[in-house]
């Protein structure tokens, strides 16, 4: 058997992840009406780009006394300090997106999973 097919529902870290489009103020708390987005973390000025679980951040946040859930997804792309590992310059922007191969179905299960 073949395992270098990993099946529909593996993650690819490589593949695009799929933006969702939000209001200019949305904030970080806003992620519960997105069942299984992420934070997409992409740098401005070459687009390199890094995905990370909104709740892990929002517990990071909390734990410095430097936010929450009312943080803005622009304030929480501000509040980087590394520089981006392609360009080395640092000019980042904040994003909510899904990850690459997530349908309907599984959109509908994590929203289920999440009501319940």
């Not at 490589?14 to 103020?25: F, G, H, V, W």
Request: charged residues 25%; proline residues 4%; hydrophobic residues 35%.
């Amino acid at each position: 058997m073949d395992r270098s097919h990993r099946g529909s529902r593996a993650f690819d870290p490589l593949a695009k992840m799929q933006p969702i489009r939000t209001a200019e103020t949305a904030t970080l708390g806003d992620h519960m009406h997105f069942p299984g987005c992420r934070f997409l973390l992409t740098c401005a000025l070459c687009g390199w780009s890094k995905s990370y679980r909104v709740e892990l951040m929002i517990q990071r946040l909390r734990e410095l006394r430097a936010g929450g859930y009312a943080t803005t997804l622009s304030q929480a792309a501000a509040r980087v300090g590394w520089n981006c590992p392609a360009c080395h310059r640092v000019k980042w922007r904040g994003e909510f997106a899904f990850p690459a191969g997530m349908d309907e179905r599984e959109y509908k299960r994590l929203a289920n999973l999440y009501r319940n």
